[in-house]
């Protein structure tokens, strides 16, 4: 149980003393927006008129350098005019990181432009915003194949032991809360057959590379015909396909990922090739998302997004993944 009160006063502490290295004064207006990996606080600088995302890092999650290798590829991102996204914004001094001292740890703050937008949700025409989704993750990936990257880049890479697998980095699926003995089961062979299935799958340079790894609804945001991409926190190596299984976190059992699955397909090829094989392969990458998501939710119960979906969503992840081995059989 990570962000309990005293541990978000402790950072709010730390943060109002780091808010001078971007020019604002330690009494700046600080809010904290949400609560996931990380805590993520909004500032506002009075004095310019101008709001400010500041991002508090979750101890023992990324390294100093796994946090500079996704700046600098935000930074390229937008060079590129890849995608629309917040810029990270310097300290005064010009340094993307700051950090301060908590309980004998080094927490690690970066900063970022506002934007401007909301969540698209299911009243939304989400079909069209798919589409204009997968189009964007073909440019994303794209970017990613060409990009020379810096000689001290590094990031995760989300394979499947990373995923659900012998090295999990979200926590132990096992341990999902109100899982039972038979929901356990059934989950275990779900389990074997998704490994089975992405060996046969591959992970060569045309289907596997550096990914956003989160583009969920509440990683998006929309403005008027703008759809604009935040938050590449978990960005890392992995499945191309697996960004779109990602675009639908908790959204999995809802009878309209079919369509939101074929605007995606559609939007992606206008900017790039999909083959057939690839498209097929995308339901498993959803099913292996779930499972992860099932796992994120036992491990980080201190979240408000594993607090709302609890026990329901573990039970929904044991009929999906029945659903699945039925259509896999």
Known sequence: ?????????????????????????????????????????????????????????????????????????????????????????????????????????????????????????????????????????????????????????????????????????????????????EGRAILEKTSALLRQQTNAYGSGPDRFGLVHCDLRLANLLVEGDRLGVIDFDDCGFSWFGYDFAASVSFLEHEPYVPELMAAWVEGYREAASLSAEEEAALPMFVMLRRMQLTAWIGSHAETPTAQSMGVPYTEGSVALGEAYLSRNS
Not at 78 to 87: F, K, L
Not at 116 to 143: F, T
């Open 1 to 181: 149980m990570l962000y309990q009160d005293a541990f978000l006063e402790r950072l709010e502490t730390g943060l109002r003393e780091a808010l001078p290295n971007w020019g604002l004064p330690r009494s700046a207006p600080v809010s904290l927006l949400t609560i996931s990996e990380n805590a993520t606080y909004l500032a506002e600088d009075e004095a310019k008129g101008r709001k400010i995302i500041f991002r508090v890092h979750r101890p023992d999650y990324h390294t100093e350098q796994e946090i500079r290798s996704e700046l600098a590829w935000v930074s390229a991102l937008r060079e590129g005019g890849v995608v629309a996204t917040p810029s990270p914004i310097p300290t005064q001094d010009g340094a993307l990181l700051s950090s301060f001292l908590d309980d004998g740890q080094l927490r690690y703050i970066a900063a970022f432009e506002f934007m401007p937008g909301k969540e698209p949700d299911a009243e939304d025409d989400l079909v069209k915003w798919y589409g204009e989704l997968g189009e964007i993750n073909a440019r994303l990936h794209a970017h990613g194949r060409a990009w020379e990257r810096p000689a001290s880049f590094i990031r995760k890479t989300w394979n499947f032991d990373a995923m659900i697998g012998d090295k999990p980095l979200w926590g132990d699926w096992t341990e999902a809360p109100g899982l039972t003995p």
